[in-house]
């Protein structure tokens, strides 16, 4: 199988903070990664596409000042939180997929509370 | 836009009952994949359908990509507290995946 892992998985921040999230796959390597967003007792919501090497494509609705993708290799994805706010708090997943035909595999998630 | 709906939205079942859930969408698609996700952790996959008409099992997990390639199911069968999560379908094909409102499947011991 293979391996996706975020890091942390549980980060409490002050308002007005930000906050860094990883995302690693560990046994493959994965041109596009994604995040979502999951408020409790929601779905998942995809909010941005990342593609090493290049500039992150974000869904409709989602500020991407205020979260920043980078995704710096084929292995690591890392999501940054930007002046958050308690409504930024929420469970973030990302996934990793080898190409566009495999399935996608999922992180553990991070659970962000902004206090 | 797509649609895609799940259903139902929970259940409540006894252990050693089957389960039952499905997806519909209104677009056709080439892929279904079932996704199960555990409280606090990220969705995982359970089984990924390809064509359609298929039937696939995973051990006591069994799903169906439909004729019309607009709806999927799963059954659960002898279900087993561990059970417990909430079930997402998706359709494939494509990186970026679109998930249903998930079912969310409580087995009472």
């Known amino acids: 199988g293979a391996v996706v892992s975020q890091h942390p998985s549980r980060v409490i921040c002050k308002s007005g903070t930000s906050v860094k999230i990883e995302c690693r796959s560990l046994?493959?390597?994965?041109?596009?990664m994604f995040w979502y967003r999951q408020f409790p007792k929601q779905s998942l919501m995809l909010m941005a596409t990342s593609n090493e090497g290049s500039k992150a494509t974000y869904e409709q609705g989602v500020e991407k000042d205020k979260f920043l993708i980078n995704h710096a290799s084929l292995t690591l994805s890392t999501l940054t939180v930007t002046s958050a706010h308690p409504e930024d708090s929420s469970f973030y997943i990302c996934?990793?997929?080898?190409?566009?035909?495999?399935?996608?595999?999922f992180g553990q998630g991070t659970r962000l509370t902004v206090v | 836009g797509q649609q895609l709906n799940q259903s139902p939205q929970s259940m409540f079942i006894q252990e050693g009952e089957d389960v039952s859930m499905n997806c519909t969408s209104s677009?056709?698609?080439?892929?279904w994949l079932w996704y199960k996700q555990d409280p606090g952790e990220g969705p995982v996959l359970l089984i990924a359908?390809?064509?359609?008409?298929e039937l696939t099992s995973n051990g006591r997990l069994t799903a169906q990509f439909g004729i019309t390639r607009k709806d999927s199911f799963l059954n659960i069968s002898a279900s087993i507290p561990s059970d417990v999560g909430i079930y997402f379908c998706t359709p494939g094909g494509s990186e970026k995946l679109v998930f249903g409102k998930g079912t969310k499947l409580t087995v009472n011991p």
């Open positions: 677009s056709i698609f080439n892929t």
């Open positions: 046994d493959f390597q994965a041109t596009t």
């Open positions: 359908l390809y064509k359609a008409g």
């Open positions: 996934s990793a997929s080898r190409d566009a035909n495999t399935e996608a595999f």
